[in-house]
């Protein structure tokens, strides 16, 4: 499996998305930009861990990260493997007596515990050739237009590629404004378009 290292760059919440959170994760050697909707409590253990801040008792990922030190084991990685029917998961790498093990996870707690133990975070290349997106600042350096009436052709959704494209601007438009709920309806939209190929 081709896979590609992130490092998160954000966490935020919208009051749109009913209490969800999401965590970006951007490609370390790239600007890809992957968005993923947490639940509140994985939020608040990432954050806290983030920020240094210690609770007074250990949440849940501290005491897995606990379990994991006192049985002598390491978490290699984490990687977020597989999106099937808009929901992701992930696998945490661990290694035991030098073997290497794999347990199924949600990327929200494998990043938690990730940030605990300073593993490395991975998404499959497949994942992100899915999800990701390019912000439109880094964009519009990589692709400039050449002349005004260039950009008014591209703009006109004709084709379902053209549309498809059109659809991922508008994505990129919504995760750059924060607004979580909306940019997750357009990458279903963006993936029944693509799906119809």
Do not use: W
């Not at 493997?81 to 949600?106: G, M």
């Not at 499959?124 to 400039?144: G, H, L, N, R």
């Not at 059109?166 to 963006?190: G, T």
Request: charge should be negative; proline fraction near 5%; hydrophobic fraction near 40%.
């Amino acid at each position: 499996m081709q896979k590609v290292q992130c490092e998160i760059l954000g966490l935020s919440s919208s009051p749109s998305t009913g209490g969800a959170y999401a965590i970006l994760l951007k490609e370390i050697n790239g600007v890809r930009r992957l968005p993923i909707i947490i639940g509140a409590f994985e939020a608040q253990a990432i954050a806290l861990e983030i920020e240094g801040i210690k609770p007074p008792r250990p949440l849940t990922h501290d005491l897995i990260k606990h379990v994991i030190d006192n049985l002598g084991a390491t978490v290699v990685e984490v990687i977020v493997d597989e999106l099937r029917e808009n929901t992701f998961y992930a696998k945490i790498i661990l290694e035991v007596s030098a073997l290497t093990n794999e347990i199924d996870s949600r990327p929200s707690d494998a990043i938690a515990l990730a940030v605990r133990t300073q593993s490395p975070i991975y998404v499959a290349e497949s994942v992100m050739q899915i999800a990701a997106f390019v912000p439109s600042e880094e964009s519009e350096k990589e692709v400039p237009y050449k002349n005004t009436s260039e950009k008014i052709e591209e703009e006109k959704p004709i084709t379902k590629e053209a549309k498809i494209a059109s659809l991922q601007d508008k994505l990129r438009e919504a995760i750059d404004a924060e607004e979580y709920e909306r940019a997750a309806k357009l990458r279903d939209d963006i993936q029944k378009l693509m799906g119809n190929n």
